[in-house]
């Protein structure tokens, strides 16, 4: 994953609507993975197309996690896809990979937190479409009118296959 660092990092430069201090926070996970990873709790699975020699182009990729003071839940802290390739089912292959990893390590519980701003209307779909289900929301968190949504997906262990 060394090698990944600054794909990952131009490619979440690349992502519209993504503000500065959304992309120094995604950097800081990657960073405490790469520095730390034996002791950092955050998992990536990376979307990538080998090229020519050691070329790689980077599609997506998603960071995960054990939910602290829990048993067999996770969260989802991001999931990224190039502009370029959305639309693609880069999201939905990232989110199977992350799904059976979880199964095969006995995840049982998925959640995610996101905005109710209409610049994540996409991704709330995502989530819906891809079995998650609104399992709570918290008015004006971001700010005025702007809603934390937690959306959760219970991992069957058919996903490990």
Known sequence: MPDDREPLVALLQRIE?????????????IDETLQNPERSTYRFIVAVEEGEGDEKAHFGYVCFGPTPMTRHTYDLYWIVVDPGHRGKGVGRALLRALTATLAHNGGRILRVETSS???YRSAKGFYKREGF???GRIPSFYS???DLILYYKVVEAADCT
Request: aromatic share 4%.
């Open 17 to 29: 609507g993504f503000k500065p201090a959304d992309v120094e926070v995604a950097v800081e996970l």
């Open 117 to 119: 701003s209409e610049m």
């Open 133 to 135: 289900v609104e399992g």
């Open 144 to 146: 005025d009118g702007d």
